[in-house]
């Protein structure tokens, strides 16, 4: 059985930072797109970042344009895991965030809306005071 944990949210005040981490078990995604997604009370499930692989040790790195130059999406496949560092955060960042595995090895087209992802975790709550 595939899972996805997150963990590392919290409260923080504007401009500081965190850390979410996504441990997955169950299968590898080494070479499998991987992505944060968030959803504020109200809204509509909006995607953060993803790393997709692109060919021997290589990822792409992508971002939503509102969290651009803020947040950093990294991977250990070693690990199998994923993290989402957010800096100078903001009190519009407040949201539960989750975490998202591909089922399809290799290159994904569609890393930005939730189709794309088989696989995704509980999520884990980030506030951001003002």
């Known amino acids: ?4 944990v997150e963990s590392g949210g919290g409260l ?10 996504c441990a997955a078990s169950g299968r590898t995604f080494s ?3 991987m992505g944060w997604f968030r959803q504020a009370p109200g809204k509509e499930r909006e995607f953060v ?9 290589t990822f792409i790195a992508d971002y939503a344009d509102s969290v651009k130059g803020r947040f950093t999406i ?31 090895p290799g290159y994904l087209r569609d890393y930005d809306v939730s189709t794309g992802y088989a696989y995704w975790g509980q999520g884990t709550q980030v506030t951001v005071s003002s």
Request: aromatic share 8%; hydrophobic share 35%; glycine share 8%.
């Open 1 to 4: 059985q595939v899972q996805l």
């Open 12 to 21: 923080v005040q504007a401009g500081g930072s965190l850390r979410l981490s």
């Open 31 to 33: 070479t499998s797109a």
């Open 49 to 57: 970042a993803a790393t997709r692989w692109s060919g021997g040790n």
């Open 74 to 104: 990294s991977r250990d496949n070693a690990k199998n895991a994923v993290y989402l560092q957010m800096n100078s955060l903001k009190p519009e960042d407040t949201a539960f965030y989750y975490c998202a595995g591909s089922s399809r």
